[in-house]
């Protein structure tokens, strides 16, 4: 029997087809997984895109036609550029923030551990939490801002009612909640940084600067890339903050794609025009990534 | 030239004592190497110098400059680390210039430094490569090259030749003698291997549980151990040590083995103390295989290493005590034959219980 066992087990390591094919076996798992739950909706979706669709079904071929109708659409314009205004405003900050904690935080004392978890705590909230307790900041009606504001003697501002402070108010927002995940992003990247390397920097008299433009941003520079293309991917999704602090207003002023897909869906019923749009955004976050993959990989000769 | 002073040099990390009140003086030009057993202190004896760890207690001087205060680059120190720690995204020449660089040297003075470091070490085709691209040789030299630059008062050397495969080991170790008869600066070299130590010091110092052994010249080392910790540190094949009964009775003690062999030593039995077991300490050179019947004593060969120029027996003795004897390269001895052993006894050392040594006069 044992024999049989491994008599066959040779032949089979032996034949070529097998051999070549076996290695399949072992990322079918994810590959299926990745398969039905990306590739496939990615194809529905753009097959979508090109019809006229309600909830119960596929009403039209139209061809591009949803696509021309988006361009020329003024609110969806609106959108694409308050995302793109909005991850301006948030990666940046996000990417420059979490550093900035990450270095200060990436020592052992005590005070460190304490405060690296009260900056990692918001980024467990859900988005409905946050957006209330900011919006409870924000109102002009007795919220911390008035009040701070009073202090100074001003006049309260009424941030997510104003059509210029609406989107920096969601975007402070949105730094404060997603700060987490780039400082820890950083710190990890920080501590396989060598030790050795600081200490051979302290005696070659480098300056505190010094150290840490030549020695710790270069070490880190590959996290420094993943935490930017994971904020873009990220923060072009901006849709729950939007959602729940402004709707959108005031006056389409703080209205995201996502937010646009969402209506065009699930409120219009144009299943269709928002596949379509969604076909817009996957692009937008595609070519951006790519860009930023490509800029921050040709920085480092190989 | 500068010598460096170590005066009641302390280190505690939280109740940990790691190095304790330890004192040294090393005179300028000297080659000094600090040999121990892994977490014996001298990693950190070294980093206290450099600056990389604090003093808690006691004062350290570099060219009778208290330096203990300063930091790491204000002491005109230079350092080659184990990991030799280069800068991995810089090129060997950004490596090379950056500390002088923040030093604010000229740039045709650095260039030049450069040029004359790099072609001494022939390293100068790396010069525009990445440490990632280079071996560990080429990259331990560039480590070094890094050291030379800067002209510093004081070489410290961490481990610096142990992350290299043997045949390069031994090459960079020669490559180090020259380099230190070359430039003639201090050089402070911490190991634990005491091939290392004997070959490339002027003075060894063996530093065991915080504390220093002994000092003294690498022959001085081997030839006198002040302590039995030192005798079997240092010498490969190891020291054998055998514990022996004491007989003061005449000038120099003699000593009775386990198995009832009666040594003579060289040890003047008035120097000794009082104790009557003592531990006998003979090297194995010092134990030849004789015929059988013209012996001091007997035994069987268990294992035989043949190494060529010589041959190791290792040797049972009647007690079944075992020690390690030498004969020629061309032995005939075989495992498990009864061979005949002559001891030199004017060579033994005694320890006492302490690990004190007591040796002859000629030993």
Redesign the interface.
Known sequence: MAMGDATLRSRLSQSAPWRRWSGLLFVAPYLLLFAAMLILPLIIGLRLSTTRSDLFGVKAEVGLENYARLFSDPVFLKAVGNTFYFVALTVPALTIIGLALALVLNNASRWSAVLRAVFFASTVLSVTVVTLIWRLVLIPDGGLAAVIARLFGQAPIAFLSDPVLAMPAIALTTIWWGIGLPMVLFLAALQQV?R??Y?????????RP?ILF??TL??I?RTIALVVIIEIILQFQLFGQAQLMTGGGPNNSTRPVVLFIYEAGWKQWQLGYAAAAAQVLFAMIAIAAMAQYYVSSRK?PA | MSGVLLAGVTKRFGDALIVDRLSLDIAAGEFVVFLGPSGCGKSTLLRMIAGLESVDEGEILIDGRRVDHLPPGARGVAMVFQHYALYPHMTIRKNLSFGLRNMGVPADEIDRRIDAATKSLEIEALLDRRPGQLSGGQRQRAAIARAIVKQPALFLFDEPLSNLDAALRGRTRIELAQLHQQLRTTMIFVTHDQVEAMTLADRIVVINDRRIEQIGTPMEIYRRPATQFVASFVGTPKINLLPVTVDRSGAAAQVRLGDGTVLETAVSSVSLPGEADMTLGLRPERIRIAPLERGDTRGEARVVERLGERTLVHVRLADGAMLVAEDRGDSDVQAGQAVGLAMEGACAHLFARDGTAYHGVSA
């Open positions: 060598p050795d390397l200490e051979a920097a302290a005696l070659d008299n480098a300056s010094r030549s020695i270069p070490a520079r480092e």
